[in-house]
């Protein structure tokens, strides 16, 4: 990679992505939607998994007072949702799929962003003049899971950029850079004109870089399209899609893969890459 721009930094990023996730929970605190019940199940069960550990693994006070200090440091940095989506959403997600027919979810990530421009399809996302990468032409249709084609169909999509970098966080990017919200036609189909997303690395000058570092793993997710998938009636799905032959794809560093999400695009010999696919709603 060729840095023409300074990198976002951890703190950067992580600042937007706490400030999205805010907007995005309004005024809603979990309060009062969480019986007492369910909070003491839960958080004592947790909280038994972390003394197991320490049992376990006899964790040392230095060691605890380290593990506090990173804790404050994390939250200092405004990485918890950068942690959390990394290090434990995957498995929310599970859970989630196992009660959702149709096309495969995962994990939302930090850097969604609402409120996106609406193209019809064909449409072709906003990107800069001289915005670098295969371009891609991604086409499919979105039906219900009896077949039939979901008319008013919408797919709200968002990607990295060739540098691995997202529009509203990475702060050389114009707004709204490789995000949009397609509208399918009447038979729920649709043609989205953008190009492939680089492999992408999570910030690595924080501390959830420095605890990958301390534990010898690495920071990268394989290139991936994340969408939101939506039709009157009908459940969200939430996913990303994958690039067949794509680093990092057996070894993601946030666990969000699958083999049913990944995307083989053909070469149409001009340099320039197609592919198809089709998404599957249940009924909400
Ligand atoms: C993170 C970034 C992503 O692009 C993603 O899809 C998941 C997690 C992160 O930095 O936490
Ligand atoms: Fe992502």
Redesign the pocket.
Same mark, same amino acid.
Request: charged residues 10%.
């Given at each position: 990679m060729t840095a023409t721009h300074d990198s976002p930094t951890a703190a950067g990023?992580g600042d937007s992505?706490t400030k999205a996730f805010r907007a995005s929970r309004g005024s809603a605190s979990a309060g009062p939607t969480v019986s007492q019940e369910r909070v003491s199940e839960v958080v004592t069960d947790l909280l038994a998994g972390i003394h197991s550990t320490i049992r376990s693994k006899k964790v040392t006070y230095d060691e605890f007072q380290a593990a506090k200090q990173y804790l404050i440091d994390v939250g200092e940095g405004g990485e918890w949702?950068?942690?959390l989506?990394?290090f434990v959403?995957h498995v929310v997600e599970d859970v989630a799929a196992e009660a959702q027919d149709g096309t495969k979810g995962s %994990?939302l990530?930090?850097?969604y962003l609402p409120g996106q421009v609406r193209i019809d399809t064909p449409a072709t996302l906003p990107k800069r003049p001289d915005e670098q990468g295969t371009a891609l032409l991604f086409a499919g249709q979105v039906r219900d899971t009896a077949g039939n084609p979901l008319p008013g169909a919408e797919l709200d999509i968002w990607q990295?950029d060739d540098e691995g970098y997202?529009s509203g966080f990475a702060p050389h990017l114009p707004d709204g850079n490789l995000r949009g919200v397609v509208v399918a036609d009447a038979e729920g189909k649709f043609e989205i004109h953008t190009i492939e997303p680089a492999a992408?690395q %999570?910030?690595t000058d924080g501390p959830?870089g420095a605890l990958i570092e301390a534990a010898g793993w690495h920071p990268w997710?394989p290139a991936?399209l994340?969408l939101m998938v939506r039709a009157p009636e009908h459940r969200t799905i939430t996913t990303?899609l994958y690039f067949r032959g794509g680093e990092w794809l057996d070894s993601d560093v946030?666990s969000?893969t699958k083999s049913e999400l990944i995307l083989d695009p053909v070469d149409n010999g001009d340099g320039t890459h197609s592919v198809t696919y089709d998404f599957t709603l249940e009924p909400a």
């Open positions: 990023s992505a949702p950068l942690f989506d990394v959403e %994990i990530g930090p850097y990295a997202y992408y %999570i910030p959830t997710r991936h994340h990303q946030a969000a």
